[in-house]
């Protein structure tokens, strides 16, 4: 199903509430799209200049709030254009947006039969993808979508759960689809080893599969270049018994697993969810948070690959434990939110080349409640983007803060309380100076619907 407002232009609708036009941008500023999860760096890393690095506590200023389904999808955008991923009335839901405006392009929605047997929302976790005037999209039920970003329109799809036999896993699909040249790479993990899939990507085809035992993740692929050899990494780990995962290293010309190396907790329901990280020449790190006592593949490792691809560890740290966000690394070291639980979760920063940890941070103080109150807070399991030379954090609780973080330790800059809701564990997207955050549940205070919400973060003239 599609609605769409005339083919060139973007109209208002129901659940829009413009606020202010932002700021102008100056033409010499280096501004960039943010066409899937982590963006054009394929890490929580923005390289966007005139950014405002401080706000007051009401927050920077309000563009544009738009009310929103369920999910955990990342927005994906491309010049003047926002895609949305969300369930809306049971249907999956794919919103084509003006990015400035809020204004709909395009509406495509299906049904997507699902039911969380956590109790977790029930709308879609991997981001979408934008690529050569294309949308693609991966379902919490393994649908597999491609459409046309210009009108909407579908141009194929996929059944991966009826095709591929694709079990449900502990909190439905939630891998993000990657685009390498020609090929759209999915962790389908599917029955029979069908754990990663390459499909044309204007006909969807399939064109290969990585036959290995792993199931799919909520960890979203990253490409790298090794030893000058493209090659793109799947931290991979379905719904198994006892479990098994680790990390898969793919060519993605022709399906090829060049490598493995086993890396998952033993607990059944255990998730592998933070994407590898790229550290340097030839070396990515992938941790989980969920802890074995007794295991040796608990927390964290660090590996390096030698010149025929084969992985081998360099270190690895048991108490350093991710749970979805993804670390950054910056300057030889790991910035990130360990721990598995929301009260345990510490900010840490971690030596990359030696594993040593280096401090932790809590970070505690008090945010305003209902009627005049105040409210424990904390960063909780937050999410990192390196913007410049500082680090911008959404906290869990919905709390925005520039942080100065460094080998030396960690400083809150500036602090604002955006909205105070449970579940905030999307990773702002940032592109031409507007931050776009995910509220994605109620707010405790304000008892404000879920919403997208854009800020403006241009720095004055």
């Known amino acids: 199903m599609v609605e769409r407002a005339a083919a060139d232009e973007a109209a208002a609708w129901d659940g829009l509430t413009f606020h202010a036009a932002p700021r102008a941008r100056a033409a010499d500023l280096k501004s960039e799209d943010w066409p899937r999860f982590h963006g054009v760096h394929e890490a929580p890393v923005s390289g966007e200049t005139g950014i405002r690095q401080d706000f007051p506590e009401s927050g920077p ?4 709030e738009a009310e929103k389904g369920e999910g955990y999808a990342c927005p994906a955008i491309t ?3 926002l895609v ?39 709308g879609p976790r991997a981001g979408p993808v934008i690529s050569g005037g294309k949308v693609y999209s991966f379902g919490i039920t393994s649908w597999l979508k491609c459409v046309d970003l210009a009108s909407g329109k579908l141009i194929w799809e996929v059944d991966c759960q009826t095709k591929y036999e694709v079990q449900k896993y502990f909190f439905g699909s939630g891998s993000s689809p990657l685009v390498q040249g020609e090929v759209v790479l999915v962790n389908v993990g599917g029955g029979n080893g069908q754990c990663v899939i390459g499909f044309d990507k204007n006909t969807g085809a399939e064109k290969w599969i990585v036959q290995h035992p792993w ?48 890396w998952r907790a033993q607990r059944y329901p255990s998730v592998n969810a933070a994407s590898p990280v790229l550290c340097g020449e030839n070396r990515v790190f992938i941790s989980h ?13 660090m590996l390096q690959t030698d010149a025929e691809g084969k992985l081998s560890a360099l270190w690895n740290d048991p108490a350093f434990g991710c749970h979805w966000m993804t670390p950054v690394y910056h300057e030889g070291h790991l910035y990130a939110f360990s721990g598995e639980k929301e009260r345990s979760c510490e900010l840490i ?47 869990e609780w919905g709390s ?53 919400i854009c800020y403006d973060l241009r720095a004055s003239p």
Not at 61 to 64: D, G, L, Q
Not at 234 to 254: C, E, M, R, Y
Not at 355 to 384: Q, V
């Open 61 to 64: 200023p309000v563009v544009w």
């Open 79 to 81: 010049g003047d254009r």
């Open 84 to 122: 949305l991923f969300h369930r809306v009335k049971g249907l999956e839901t794919l919103d084509c947006l003006e990015a400035g405006t809020g204004k709909r392009f395009w509406r495509y929605a299906y049904p997507a039969e699902y039911t969380d047997d956590f109790g977790y929302g029930e």
């Open 215 to 262: 199931g799919q993740s909520y960890s979203s692929p990253v490409p790298a270049k090794w030893h000058g050899t493209d090659r793109v990494l799947f931290f991979t780990g379905g719904k198994s018994q006892p479990s098994t995962g680790g990390l898969v290293v793919v060519d993605p010309a022709t399906g090829k697993m060049e490598s493995s190396f086993p």
């Open 289 to 301: 948070a969920y802890v074995d006592r007794g295991h040796d593949q608990n927390g964290s490792v």
């Open 349 to 395: 920063c971690q030596d990359a080349t030696t594993g040593r940890r280096l401090w932790h941070e809590k970070m505690e103080w008090e945010a305003p409640g209902k009627n005049g109150a105040t409210l424990p807070m904390s960063l909780y399991r937050g999410s990192l983007l390196k913007v410049g030379s500082q680090f911008l954090c959404l906290g």
């Open 400 to 452: 925005l803060c520039w942080l100065d973080l460094s080998p030396a330790g960690a400083k809150r800059l500036s602090t604002a309380q955006l909205f105070t809701a449970e579940h905030s564990w999307t990773l702002p997207a940032l592109s031409h100076g507007l931050l776009y955050v995910m509220q994605n549940e109620p707010d405790k205070v304000t008892d404000k619907a879920p919403r997208l």
